[in-house]
């Protein structure tokens, strides 16, 4: 594997997600949802009893294998690094608020691809307020807004993450009492465990080794005309679309879309909020778990932040239904992208002292 | 520096190993004990997953004997009459969401196409295992069938009054329900 180059290795990541969660649906996961990070995170903090909806309780096993891919992947070659201890709290708000913004529109970017791909127009609004977010990210980086600079830390502090991904392995097949899996709504659909974790593991891997990353990928093509990334997310959403017209899932148009609304304004802001939490603390949700992995401490402060995000989606609805956005939700993406505006303002303004 | 003076170099540091050994052992050993029994109860008596079937076979059951005549009336297609036996039921269960598919039913085999659009949206909202075809009440099949003809019926009304508020928002929910009926992970 390490004879191929950057590119290549990219391009293959961006097919094995945009097939692999194609099939994967095809397999039981929820159409149009084979792999989204955003509603993993949302069954994983019901199954662990953040939140309580039994309908979305679910230890997804791809999940936990992006977590462990990645981190065997990072020890293979040796690139297990663990550093941390930029700005925590605002990594872990940051991650909060991607995760409210993923509700909003319903789904992560990678869910976004998946969507167009299987010809959902209502993704437009938030591909276009994806890299609207990012475009505005990437300014602001040029303009010398950017998180502290990560440490060197214990190695023991790596370990934590992929610990909790053991563990969350462990329960998935002991089911201990307080561990919940509904048995119906999105719960019950899921494609077979082992499938599940062998496409997680692999993925993970792969996204290890090349550092794909939805937003990166963008942020990068924008900000220095870099197409390495940016031709791994090209191909997560051509093997998307070519898996979708092959296996008869491709249904062009706005209606009778799988878990989508006709809020057009409120999926082009949530996809900004995303689009620039993404860009200030550098990864797409699915980057983090992968950074998690491997080594990266803020990176694991982040995903915390995106659990937590998930219940309180849940619990405190801010999120959209099919019906639409629902008004807590129209709130906390008002609420995200002050968030993120203050904190790119006072970073920009913290450098200019220094 | 060999393995024994890495890990035995003092006191502390050996009680500290040796702790934490014995502590992952009971834990190992306390949690295969746990999920064996959980397997062996498992096994012995009825799952979660069967409690589950158990509690939709209940339910068809119990709504089977509860609308049987409103059943039986709507294959007469007698649907006055049927409506009649159908009020009596909602105030006898009114927390049954069934009611609002039979209610459904019977607005939309009069041709009152907003009220059974209206009367979906309850049933749905109120039950949403009635778009999920992982559960034995999944009536998808039959509520996409009816919004199909209900659009084109909608569409036709609004063409002639198209500043009819509550046609647009009939067919608002009708999109809605589609999207429902779809699938995706709500």
């Known amino acids: 594997m390490s004879r191929l180059k950057l590119p290549d290795i990219s391009i293959i990541t961006g097919i094995a997600l945009g097939a692999g969660a194609v099939l994967l649906s095809l397999l039981g996961n929820p159409v149009n949802s084979g792999i989204c990070i955003s509603c993993f995170l949302e069954n994983l903090a019901g199954a662990i009893q953040l939140q309580d909806s039994l309908r979305m309780s679910y230890i997804r096993p791809e999940l936990v294998g992006f977590l462990l891919g990645a981190f065997f992947m990072a020890k293979q070659n040796r690139r297990f690094r663990v550093t941390g201890g930029s700005s925590p709290l605002i990594r872990f708000f940051l991650g909060f608020f991607m995760i409210v913004g993923c509700g909003v529109f319903i789904g992560c970017p990678i869910k976004m691809l998946l969507r167009l791909g299987a010809g959902d127009l209502t993704a437009v609004a938030a591909l276009l307020g994806m890299l609207f977010g990012i475009w505005l990210g990437g300014k602001y980086i040029r303009a010398g807004s950017v998180l502290d600079r990560a440490q060197s830390m214990p190695t023991i502090n790596g370990y934590v993450l992929p610990a909790i991904g053991l563990l969350l392995l462990i329960f998935l097949f002991l089911k201990p009492a307080f561990i919940r899996q509904g048995f119906s709504g999105p719960a019950a659909q899921h494609a077979p465990l082992w499938i599940s974790l062998a496409v997680g593991l692999i993925i993970g891997g792969l996204a290890q080794h090349s550092g794909l990353c939805i937003t990166g990928g963008i942020r990068n093509f924008f900000l220095f005309r870099e197409k390495t990334l940016f031709s791994g997310v090209v191909a997560i959403f051509v093997s998307a679309l070519m898996v979708s017209l092959l296996t008869g899932q491709f249904n062009l148009g706005m209606e009778a879309q799988p878990g989508a609304h006709h809020s057009h304004l409120w999926s082009f802001l949530a996809m900004v909020l995303v689009g620039l939490a993404a860009v200030i603390v550098d990864g797409c949700p699915f980057r983090q778990v992968i950074k998690a992995g491997e080594g990266d401490v803020d990176a694991g402060i982040t995903c915390f932040g995106m659990v937590t995000g998930a219940a309180m989606v849940i619990t405190w609805e801010l999120r959209s239904t099919s019906a639409g956005p629902q008004f807590n939700g129209q709130i906390a993406t008002l609420f995200g992208l002050i968030f993120c505006l203050t904190v790119i303002l006072s970073y920009r303004k913290a450098k200019r002292q220094r | ?186």
């Open chain 2, 1 to 186: 520096m060999g393995i024994k003076d890495k890990f035995f170099g003092n006191l502390l540091d050996s009680v500290t190993f040796v702790s934490l050994a014995l502590l992952i052992v009971i834990t190992a050993v306390m949690l295969v004990q746990h999920g064996v029994a959980a397997l062996q109860e498992e096994g012995a008596g009825v799952s979660r997953k069967e409690l589950a079937e158990e509690m939709y076979q209940k339910r068809l059951e119990q709504d089977k004997k509860i609308y049987k005549e409103v059943q039986r009336l709507f294959g007469m297609r007698q649907y006055t009459a049927a409506q009649k036996v159908l009020q009596k039921v909602q105030r006898e269960h009114p927390d049954n969401p069934r009611s609002f598919i039979y209610q459904a039913r019977l607005h939309y085999n009069n041709g009152n196409m907003v009220e059974a659009i209206s009367s979906y949206r309850q049933a749905v909202d109120s039950e949403p295992d009635f778009v999920d075809n992982k559960t034995p009440l999944f009536l998808g099949e039959e509520i996409k069938d009816n919004l199909k003809a209900a659009k084109q019926t909608l569409a036709q009304e609004l063409k002639s009054r198209p500043e009819d508020t509550e046609m647009r928002k009939a067919l608002d929910e009708l999109l809605y329900l589609q999207r429902r009926v779809a699938g995706g992970c709500e």
